[in-house]
Nanobody, 112 residues
Framework: VQLQASGGGLVQAGGSLRLSCAAS????????MGWYRQTPGKQREFVAL???????TYADAVKGRFTISRDTAKNTVYLQMNSLKPEDTAVYYC???????WGQGTQVTVSS
């Protein structure tokens, strides 16, 4: 299983970024996909997840600002991040939820 995350970068507060995570080696449509984030010295924290046939789930800190989506034909999960805040600065990881597969992470930095 490989998860390739991309789309991170430096953005000013209030700006937007879209993260992508391309998956291979799994039956994409049968798995729940998620995004987590981590800052130095802190535990990795949940951001959002999506699975077939269910509404996406979001952490309270990002609800209303972030949107998770998936393109089954492309085996790709996305995280649209709007109204970014400096506290959103972190390394963002995609994961196949509950199966222990993680991408390499992509850095998101939001300047004030």
């Amino acid at each position: 299983v490989q998860l390739q995350a991309s789309g991170g970068g430096l953005v000013q507060a209030g700006g937007s970024l879209r993260l992508s995570c391309a998956a291979s080696g799994i039956v994409f449509s049968l798995n729940t996909m998620g995004w987590y984030r981590q800052t130095p010295g802190k535990q990795r924290e949940f951001v959002a997840l999506i699975s077939s046939g269910r509404s996406p789930t979001y952490a309270d800190a990002v609800k209303g600002r972030f949107t998770i989506s998936r393109d089954t034909a492309k085996n790709t999960v996305y995280l649209q991040m709007n109204s970014l805040k400096p506290e959103d600065t972190a390394v963002y990881y995609c994961t196949v939820v509950g199966r222990g597969y993680w991408g390499q992470g992509t850095q998101v930095t939001v300047s004030s």
